[in-house]
C-alpha cells in the first residue's frame, strides 16, 4: 500500500465495538472505541434504538440521532 494515510486505511485500524461488546446481529452500532467512550448511557441507548428501529425495517444503513451524530462526529475518519 503505497499511502497509508488514506481514510478506508485508517477507517480499518479503528477498534470499533458495541455499546456493550457483545455481538451485534445487526441491531446494535458498531462505533470507534474514543467515540463510544464519549457517549454517555443515554447516547449509546438512542443511537442503539435507531439502529434497532431501521434494521426491523431492513434497513442497513441507519442514521444517528443528530444530536449524537454531532457529539461523535470529531472521531470520524
Do not use: C, H, I
Amino acid at each position: 500500500m503505497a499511502k497509508q494515510n488514506t481514510s478506508l486505511y485508517k477507517w480499518g485500524k479503528q477498534k470499533r465495538r458495541t455499546s456493550d461488546n457483545s455481538p451485534s446481529k445487526w441491531k446494535k452500532r458498531y462505533l470507534p472505541d474514543k467515540a463510544r467512550n464519549a457517549l454517555s448511557d443515554k447516547e449509546k441507548a438512542a443511537t442503539n434504538r435507531a439502529k434497532k428501529k431501521g434494521d426491523d425495517k431492513w434497513k442497513q444503513f441507519v442514521k444517528q440521532p443528530k444530536w449524537v451524530a454531532k457529539k461523535v462526529a470529531k472521531y470520524r475518519m
